[in-house]
């Protein structure tokens, strides 16, 4: 059966931007008042990255299943994907403040980190998941450079405490893997796991 839109369960625009980079056509399904969204995210200690991000992506997949039969809305695939920021076995989550915000960037100065984004797709009762792990380099940070970015607003709500698309591009020297997945999306795995699906795009 071919697919003509998929339900976008994030509330990320980064995400919506990539989807329609990739020409699919799609429609929120996001979380009601009353759903703990949030919690989805909360990491158990010992977790490694790449199982956390697994771990979380497959749970908002199936909050959000939920959320499509309660609505009663019509079928189609469900899209989720969750982004993770790790040093070694060390979880860089989203700040919870700015002191929280300084921390994490002043970790990332002057050395390589993992960002990894799982991306997993839900349709006639199956379910596919894909991993990107990519690798980015930031140049040395100054003091006045992570407080003039946390004064920009850009670190929160941000994995590892910055956006590539944003200004803090100007310290990445290097990355090695995927520009999208980076962001939140990688799309050479959505467009895989799409095809599966058999949604056009």
Partial sequence: MTHDFIYLASQSPRRRQLLEQLGVRHALLLADPDEDAESLEAVIDGELPIHYVERVTLAKLDAARKRLERRKLPQAPILCSDTTVAIGRRILGKPADADDARNKLSLLSDRSHRVITAVA???????????????????????????????SGEPFG?????????????????????????????????AQLMRQADVRF
């Fill in 121 to 151: 797709l839900a349709w006639g009762g199956r379910t596919e998941i894909l991993v990107n792990v990519s690798r980015v380099h930031f140049a040395p940070l100054t003091d006045d450079d992570i407080t003039r970015y946390i004064a």
């Fill in 158 to 190: 941000k994995a590892g405490a910055y956006a590539i698309q944003s200004a803090a591009g100007a310290w990445i020297s290097r990355i090695e893997g995927s520009y999208s997945g980076i962001m939140g999306l990688p799309l050479y795995e959505t």
